[in-house]
């Protein structure tokens, strides 16, 4: 059974920093395409960053140059650097095994002064 747990959402100012994490278990982690997704106010669920197996990462254009996707095979965790956070950033963000049609409960992100 795939189970996602994503942890490290917090209230922060304009311009400041996070690291989520997100715990992964019940998949090859080594071997899966990961993903970061986030779903603000009153929006639909979007696309943020991926990275595939063999290194290969790929960033929406919104975060592109802010965000940063990585991986750390051994703990079966993705993490997602988020620096300069912008209050449109404000967002709940999950974690998703792009061979699995399997969601966490996410993990809330506020930007806000």
């Known amino acids: 059974q795939v189970q996602l747990v994503e942890s490290g959402g917090d209230l922060v100012p304009p311009g400041g920093s996070l690291k989520l994490s997100c715990a992964a278990a019940?998949?090859?982690?080594?071997?899966?395409?990961m993903s970061w997704y986030r779903q603000g106010p009153g929006k639909e669920r979007e696309w943020v960053a991926t990275f595939a197996p063999f290194g290969t990462l790929s960033y929406a254009d919104s975060v592109k140059g802010r965000f940063t996707i990585s991986r750390d095979n051994l703990k079966n965790t993705l993490y997602l650097q988020m620096n300069n956070l912008l209050p449109e950033d404000t967002a709940r963000y999950y974690c998703?095994?792009?061979?699995?049609?399997?969601w966490g409960q996410g993990t809330q992100v506020t930007v806000s002064s």
């Open positions: 998703k095994a792009q061979s699995y049609n399997s």
């Open positions: 019940g998949f090859t982690f080594t071997f899966a395409h």
